[in-house]
């Protein structure tokens, strides 16, 4: 074990007072292999017990051809040994070429030379009795590296490729600051009764390594949501759209309903479906365009741009409220106000991917806070065509293609449709959005050109998440209850 193999090096630098290199270091007569003896050197190293340095030299090693001949002998001398004595009827030539076999010439032109063999008329005999292997000798002793042979016998050697250099490393080992025999325990940490005792004073600590890697938190998934999103800003990105800035949860009733000539008695107004803000309560709408307010309470009030208006006395109070924006589109009467003071007028695309807040009763499929998907196009003459056309090039990229509309409201849009698709599953078309071409109430009190059209759609994030992913309660992709490890294991979605 490594305890031992560093037992026996604080041993044996005890008792020679270092070591001079660990090439052929045992352990009770066991070889021990240098990277386990560097591991052990390191153990002792970070108690400051010992201090190494590493050795690199070339040693010389036998070739397999060279562990062969330390195995069954030379050639020469296996062919010597095979043949009858001096005297015998002597080994025919095909049999004697048998012999050889792979040695080729080498081992009868070798053992000729020596003089150990010769031919008759018959085939071959030995010629001397006895004969001493040399070669084999000077391979003999190696048992790993070969101890230095004279330089003659070296060259003999790698001429006849027997013996090979090979890269070692080994280590000097000397005696660190803190060097005993005696292998302690040391404490990973300080404990309150170390510290009431007094002990933690000379109580031998493990250093802190400061290089050691530690354990790879699990940590950093994309939680479904985001995964979706993305795949979303990719399809946007694809079509030329621009990301609009959706930092923005608090927002004034005014851009999230007035703006979008939204009456101020709508339903959708009340606290049943929108959250209202205690404190501070009210915006400063005085950082807003005085220009556009007045069109904003004309318009709702008495009418422009060939409407009626509502026909009600508009509250600037009532547009003050602060509240948690309702919907994105919030986000998109803001850009379409900065849109309009940009002369001249410039086609533009856009779209946003966050967080909406409704007062709305907890179910499987709603909770009191969701992601919008929203796409806007604003360019002059569009029509209900090219919003029919522009939301069936958006969800074929999501690889759905059987789309139907059907007429519905929006105070903004006029007209309006709500979109529904061909859901395999189910056999039958299920609602996944909403659309419509914004009301001129609403785009020209934002200072949009008279021929200016903006078409828009809209769509939920948690739907087709759930979908994809198969969740069939909204409260186990979102909130406490939500599995961790459904986060790490679940890969990214594809929409194909
Ligand atoms: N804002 C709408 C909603 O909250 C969606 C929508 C967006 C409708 C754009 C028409 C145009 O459902």
Redesign the pocket.
């Known amino acids: 074990t490594k305890e031992q193999v560093a037992q026996a090096v604080l041993d044996a630098v005890a008792a020679n007072g270092a070591i001079k290199d660990t090439t052929g270091f045992t352990v009770a007569g066991e070889a021990i292999a240098q990277p386990v003896i560097l591991g052990a050197l390191n153990s002792l190293k970070m108690k400051e017990m010992v201090d190494y340095t590493t050795l690199a030299h070339d040693v010389l090693t036998l070739t397999d051809e060279g562990e062969a001949m330390r195995a069954e002998g030379s050639y020469e001398y296996r062919f010597w040994a095979a043949l009858p004595a001096a005297g015998d009827a002597p080994m025919p030539p095909a049999q004697a070429a048998q012999v050889l076999g792979k040695m080729s010439g080498l081992g009868q032109a070798q053992a000729m030379k020596r003089k150990w063999v010769t031919k008759t008329a018959d085939g071959w005999v030995r010629a001397a009795e006895a004969v001493q292997d040399a070669t084999r000798e000077a391979l003999a002793p190696a048992s790993g590296p070969l101890a230095a042979p004279s330089a003659a016998v070296l060259k003999e050697l790698k001429s006849r490729k027997l013996t090979k250099l090979t890269k070692i490393t080994s280590y000097a080992v000397t005696k660190g600051p803190c060097f005993t025999t005696e292998m302690k325990e040391e404490l990973g940490e300080i404990t309150a009764e170390l510290i009431a005792s007094g002990e933690w004073e000379t109580a031998p600590l493990k250093k802190y390594n400061f290089a050691a890697e530690g354990v790879l938190p699990a940590s950093g998934y994309l939680h479904p949501l985001l995964k979706v999103r993305e795949e979303f800003r990719q399809i946007f990105f694809e079509l030329g759209f621009t990301e609009m800035p959706t930092n923005r949860y608090v927002e004034s009733s005014f851009w999230n309903f007035d703006a979008l000539f939204q009456p101020q008695q709508h339903p959708a107004r009340d606290a049943h479906d929108t959250f209202f803000l205690k404190q501070p309560q009210n915006a400063d709408l005085s950082v807003v365009d005085p220009a556009l307010i007045e069109r904003v309470a004309h318009v709702h009030s008495h009418g422009a741009y060939g409407s009626l208006g509502y026909g009600y006395d508009w509250s600037k109070q009532e547009a003050e409220k602060l509240i948690l924006r309702?919907?994105?589109?919030a986000v998109?009467s803001r850009m379409l106000y900065e849109l309009a003071q940009q002369k001249p007028f410039k086609p533009t695309k856009l779209f946003s991917i966050d967080r909406?807040f409704r007062n709305e009763t907890v179910d499987a499929t709603h909770l009191a806070e969701f992601s919008?998907i929203?796409?806007?196009v604003a360019e002059r003459g569009l029509t209900l065509g090219h919003l029919i056309g522009i939301i069936h090039d958006f969800f074929k990229k999501l690889g759905i293609e059987k789309l139907r509309f059907k007429p519905a409201y929006?105070p903004?849009?006029e007209p309006?449709m709500e979109i529904f698709s061909w859901h395999e599953g189910l056999g039958k078309y299920v609602e996944i959005?909403?659309?419509?071409c914004?009301r001129p109430e609403m785009l020209r009190s934002l200072g949009l050109p008279e021929d200016v059209s903006v078409?828009?759609?809209?769509?939920?994030l948690e739907r087709p998440t759930m979908i994809k992913y198969g969740i069939n309660n909204i409260r186990d992709l979102v909130g406490h209850r939500v599995d961790l490890n459904m986060i790490r294991r679940n890969a990214l979605p594809r929409f194909d």
């Not at 309702?326 to 589109?329: A, G, K, V």
């Not at 078409?455 to 939920?460: C, F, Q």
């Open positions: 309702t919907h994105t589109t998109s909406v919008q929203e796409g806007l929006n903004y849009t309006s959005g909403n659309s419509g914004f078409i828009a759609w809209g769509l939920s």
